[in-house]
């Protein structure tokens, strides 16, 4: 008889990673995206959106379609989880309405409004909370999405999210690595269908379509790839009495920050958002002393003490590639009086926003962090305000590792089943990381506990973007046979609080059933915008072992990565 199975879907190739384990942890920066708070503006108070991302995609996952043995598909209700407050919208249609789970998984989701802003119909944000998780560890893929948002500006429309697509092994054209980022401009939107009827505002999205950018976090599909449509609704908080001064807020925004690759080749959008165009004086030529002088935007290599406000010294910021945004009165003078700097000017528009285009490359002569940096330009006083940065990163080609290994000793099979073997459990590599003492039997298998040696976690980054670190352990092997990793679990915590930790989910080990740590689990992780600083990740950790297992010293490779 011909089997046929549902067609998986085709991925795009690209693997960028930055792997370590131990204690030594590689952090992949992100972007920072944010948007302009004008007094002209109305905040967007509350609302929801709804989306399933890919009809066809949450059919393929729910069903866990042509899932692969050993691991087989994980169980009903386990294959697409969501964080809290998003919800499955259960008015929806679902992709697999066989499916036992109550509510039905493959439902799309309701994710309920967090916030925005709200100038007119060309141009508005409007961001939401919750997220929601694809797991297929017979795939190799586990894929989270959070944060979602709507941005209108001008005549573009787009769903913005958070990232993090983590593929195990190579599967069709599935490629291992990580991949993700931070306030991803996900999918454009062909038809948004805006409209405002009193304080709501509605859009009924159609023509949803994967972006290149998407394409490269989300390796799932190419750019182009029509997804589903979206619907949004929300409440608009009261209109401001004086919106015609506008109370600047600086930000920034770039197209991408990661991946790049450092020969140059690249260069990456630059937007800001409420710089005060009137806020900087020049003191010197180019521009006519006394008029607005605006920003330097510069792509380089700064000293972590850079800012001319905290008094660093200009030897402190090492320029790779700069454009100087100004008001268009300056600008206009500049380019006139000194024409040869005219390409390197963009205009700071009244409402406080500029684009400038910067050139990406590495610059390995001098020291510092690599990034997008704001200053005041033209000789002005310094203006802590406008002193602002996002961190860029370059692709790191492959992955490196620096592995544990993890040993066990199994005892042989007691005879009475009531008498405790005895079980030892350690990781090499200059440090005890497990101490399971002596094992016990339990009913019909070997069970030993412990905990991992403690994981430090510290960010001091600017814009404190979202973090994770997860982890994956190897089958183990020993001259005497081998014994699956799955049947490794953990329950992570945070010993000690900071930079936004957050402990992951409990995970059995897979002795009944799962993948327990043979499939990438999270040990904790941050959301974006979190309090800088430091914590201490810890997990107990629960070994369950047939009765059979032979005896012998068994090792195992426990790789712990960090994503941000």
């Known amino acids: ?37 004008y007094a002209a503006d109305r905040p967007v108070d509350s609302g929801s959106v709804k989306w399933g991302l890919k009809e066809s995609f949450r059919s393929y996952v729910g069903r866990q379609t042509a899932a692969l043995p050993p691991t087989g598909p994980l169980p009903v209700g386990q294959r697409i989880t969501l ?48 997220a929601f998780h694809y797991h297929f560890p017979s795939h190799y893929f586990t894929i989270d999405i959070s944060n979602v948002g709507v941005e209108v500006d001008g005549t573009n429309a787009f769903v913005k999210a958070d990232v993090s697509a983590v593929v195990t092994g190579d599967f069709g054209d599935f490629k291992e690595g990580v991949y993700g980022g931070t306030g991803v401009r996900l999918a454009t939107i062909d038809t948004p269908g805006i409209t405002v009827s009193g304080s709501t505002v509605t859009v009924n999205a159609s023509g949803v379509k994967l972006t290149a950018e998407g394409a490269a976090a989300l390796p799932l599909y190419a750019a182009g790839e029509l997804l589903d449509n979206l619907t949004l609704s929300a409440t608009l908080g009261q209109e401001p009495t004086n919106p015609t001064n506008p109370t600047f807020t600086p930000q920034l925004s770039v197209s991408k920050a990661t991946g790049f690759n450092p020969d140059g080749s690249e260069t990456v959008t630059v937007t800001g958002t409420g710089f005060d165009p009137n806020a900087n004086i020049s003191t010197r030529v180019p521009v006519t002393v006394g008029q607005p002088s605006g920003v330097y935007v510069v792509f380089g290599k700064f000293a972590t003490a850079w800012k001319p406000s905290a008094g660093a010294a ?24 000194y024409p040869s ?101 339990s009913g019909d298998h070997f069970a030993a506990s412990g905990q991992l040696a403690p994981v430090a976690v510290t960010d001091t980054r600017a814009g404190t973007p979202a973090w994770s670190i997860s982890a994956q352990v190897s089958d183990f092997a020993s ?39 043979k499939s990438s689990r999270t040990l904790g992780s941050a959301v974006g915008g979190h309090a800088g600083g430091s914590a201490t990740l810890g997990a107990g950790l629960n070994l369950q072992l047939p009765l059979d297992t032979a005896a012998g010293d068994y090792k195992g490779t426990l790789t712990l990565t960090a994503v941000s």
């Open 479 to 517: 001259t005497a046979g081998s014994f699956d990793g799955k049947h490794l679990g953990w329950t992570p915590t945070v010993t000690s609080p900071g930079a936004g930790a957050t402990a992951g989910a409990a995970i059995v080990s897979g002795f009944a059933e799962g993948s327990g740590l």
């Open 314 to 337: 200009s030897s402190a910021r090492k320029v790779i590639s700069q454009k100087w945004a100004m008001p268009i009165a300056s600008l206009n003078q500049v380019s006139t009086s």
């Open 83 to 130: 964080t809290a407050p998003a919800q499955f919208d259960t008015t929806g249609t679902p992709a697999w309405p066989q499916s036992t789970s109550n509510p039905n998984e493959t439902l799309p989701y309701t994710l309920p409004v967090s916030g925005g802003s709200f100038t007119d119909t060309s141009h508005f944000t409007v961001q939401t909370a919750g």
């Open 1 to 37: 008889m011909t089997q046929h199975h549902p067609a998986v879907p085709t991925h795009r190739r690209r693997a960028r990673a930055l792997v370590a384990a131990g204690a030594a942890f590689a952090v992949i920066a992100a972007g920072l995206m944010a948007t302009p708070a």
């Open 341 to 441: 700097q005219a390409a390197s000017l963009v205009e700071l528009k009244p409402d406080g926003s500029f684009t400038a285009t910067l050139q990406v490359k590495t610059d390995e002569a001098s020291t510092g962090n690599y990034g997008v940096y704001t200053y005041a330009g033209g000789g002005a006083a310094a203006n802590a305000a406008q002193e602002l940065s996002v961190p860029i990163s370059f692709a790191v080609p492959g992955t490196s590792t620096d592995d544990l290994d993890i040993d066990v000793t199994v005892p042989t099979k007691p005879v009475d089943p009531e008498e405790p073997g005895e079980f030892v459990w350690r990781i090499d590599g200059g440090t005890t990381a497990v101490n399971l003492g002596t094992a016990a039997v």
